[in-house]
C-alpha cells in the first residue's frame, strides 16, 4: 500500500498557513505606518499645546485618532501583533497628546473608554501628559504668570499621588512604576523651580515696596 505523498500534503498543509502570513505581514505593514503616523500627530499636538495654539492642536489630535483607529482595525484579527509593542506606543502617546491637552486647557480629563486604548496605556500616557506639563510650566515662569505655574504644579502632583497608588505587576500595567519614577523626578525640579522663582519675585516685590506675588509652593516646600 502507497503511502502519502508527503510534498503534496505538506503544500496543502502549508498552503493556509502562508496563506495567513501574507495577510497577517500585510496588516503588520498597515499597522506599523499607521502607528507611526499617530506617533508623529501625537508629538505634533503636545508641540501646538505648549505654543498655545489649541484649534490646531485639536486637529492633530483628530489626525492621531484617525490613525490609531486604522492601525487598531488592521491588528484586531492577529492578537499577537496588536500585542508586540508598536500598537501599545501609538496608544500610549495618543493617551499622552489627550491627557495634555486637557490638563493644559483645565477640561476633564478623558477616560480609559474616552480615549479607546488599554488600561496600561492609559495609565502610562496619564504619567508622560504629567511630565510634559514641565515645559508648560517653565513657559509660565518665563511669562511670569505664577499663579497658573502654581496650578500646574498642583495637577503635576495630583497625578502623581494617584499613580503611586496604582500596585500592580509591571506585566500588567506596562511598567508603569518607572514612569511614574521619571515622574517624581520631573515634579521635584518643577517644584524647586516654581519654589525658587516665587522666592525671588517675592524678595523682589519686597525690596521695591510692592504686593508680592501670591503663592503657597515656599511655605509648602518648607512643610509650614
Known sequence: MNGPNRAEELQGLAE??????????????????????????????IRYV???????????????????ADAQLALQPYPALANAGFLHDAEKEYAEAMLTVALVSG????????????VPAWL??????????????????????????EALLTAMEDVYDLLV???????????????????????????????TTLLQARLQAAIEGREPPAGDYPRRAQGV
Do not use: F, W
Open 16 to 45: 493556509p498557513v502562508r496563506t495567513y502570513l501574507d495577510a497577517a505581514n500585510q496588516a503588520r505593514e498597515k499597522g506599523l505606518a499607521a502607528c507611526r503616523k499617530t506617533i508623529r500627530a501625537c508629538g505634533s499636538a
Open 50 to 68: 505648549h505654543r498655545l495654539q489649541p484649534d490646531v492642536a485639536s486637529s492633530s489630535v483628530g489626525e492621531a485618532r484617525a490613525a490609531l
Open 107 to 118: 477640561a476633564p480629563l478623558p477616560s480609559v473608554g474616552d480615549v479607546g486604548v488599554g
Open 124 to 149: 502610562n500616557g496619564l504619567a508622560e501628559a504629567a511630565s510634559e506639563l514641565r515645559r508648560h510650566l517653565l513657559d509660565r515662569l518665563r511669562d511670569g504668570e505664577l499663579a497658573r505655574a
Open 165 to 195: 497608588t496604582i500596585d500592580y505587576p509591571d506585566a500588567m500595567t506596562g511598567g508603569l512604576r518607572r514612569t511614574t519614577d521619571a515622574l517624581r523626578a520631573v515634579l521635584e525640579r518643577s517644584r524647586s523651580d516654581l519654589t
